[in-house]
């Protein structure tokens, strides 16, 4: 089987919950200032600006580097960075499709709470994702980084085996792009930890690319910001 000849992974623009929770969670609040579901969290105004200099990069590409397919998480903040980022390229881009395999993690009965509301809420999750250690804890109702993983590779399986020698840029979400190394380069989890420690989180509107050598993807470079505006 074939492989793609790019991918570019994405992390969307900055979102609401990206500055709310580190703000609720700093002063140990029980909620945060909006309410919804993690899949219809908007992006912030910052958000927009990163997702407009996304477009304005890829509009600088040639043609014949810019990318022929375009597949996003469903989730509105992902769909969000490709509409703008489109808007702004000054460019004919192919329409998205979107995935659900690219979601963010699953966090189930946590979704949308803060550490203290966790911790008074299920106060004996803590003890139980110490014990099955950070890969394999799933919180109630959610899933795993293992679990992401499993999802991920059946879509790269089936982005090959579609997309053979195109070019395509993935907008996701942080724990997508993150476990697109485990699954691509065959990480284990220490090296996934390893991989995180040496390029920090996953930067919103951050790119990931992968390129075809040899038919195999190889890391070109990863959570590169060059494009974006400062904060």
């Known amino acids: 089987m074939g492989v793609v000849a790019e991918l570019v992974l994405v992390r969307h623009g900055q979102s609401?919950?990206?500055?709310?929770?580190?703000?609720?969670?700093?002063?140990?609040?029980?909620?945060?200032?909006?309410?919804?579901?993690?899949?219809?969290?908007?992006?912030?105004?910052?958000?927009e600006k990163q997702a407009a200099a996304l477009g304005e990069w890829i509009g600088t590409l040639p043609e014949n580097d810019r990318p022929?397919?375009?597949?996003?998480?469903?989730?509105?903040?992902?769909?969000?960075?490709?509409?703008?980022?489109?808007?702004?390229?000054?460019?004919?881009?192919?329409?998205?499709?979107?995935?659900?395999?690219?979601?963010?993690?699953?966090?189930?009965?946590l979704e949308m709470l803060t550490r203290a509301a966790v911790t008074q809420r299920f106060p004996g999750e803590a003890q139980r994702r110490a014990d099955a250690g950070e890969y394999r804890y799933?919180?109630?109702?959610?899933?795993?980084?293992?679990?992401?993983?499993?999802?991920?590779?059946?879509?790269?399986?089936?982005?090959?085996?579609?997309?053979?020698?195109?070019?395509?840029?993935?907008?996701?979400?942080?724990?997508?792009?993150?476990?697109?190394?485990?699954?691509?380069?065959?990480l284990d989890w220490e090296r996934v930890l390893a991989a995180e420690r040496e390029a920090g989180t996953v930067r919103n509107a951050s790119l990931s690319r992968f390129v075809e050598v040899d038919g195999r993807l190889e890391l070109a470079y990863y959570n590169s910001v060059d494009h974006l505006p400062p904060n």
């Open 16 to 47: 609401l919950a990206n500055v709310a929770f580190p703000a609720a969670d700093a002063e140990g609040l029980l909620q945060v200032e909006f309410s919804g579901r993690d899949a219809e969290v908007p992006l912030t105004e910052f958000g």
């Open 68 to 109: 022929q397919v375009v597949i996003t998480s469903p989730y509105l903040r992902a769909r969000e960075t490709w509409r703008l980022a489109a808007e702004a390229s000054g460019v004919d881009l192919p329409e998205p499709s979107t995935d659900d395999r690219l979601v963010d993690r699953l966090l189930g009965d």
């Open 138 to 186: 799933a919180p109630p109702g959610g899933e795993a980084f293992a679990d992401i993983e499993v999802r991920l590779g059946s879509f790269l399986d089936d982005l090959n085996r579609d997309h053979a020698g195109e070019r395509v840029i993935v907008v996701a979400h942080d724990a997508v792009v993150l476990m697109m190394r485990a699954v691509i380069e065959k």
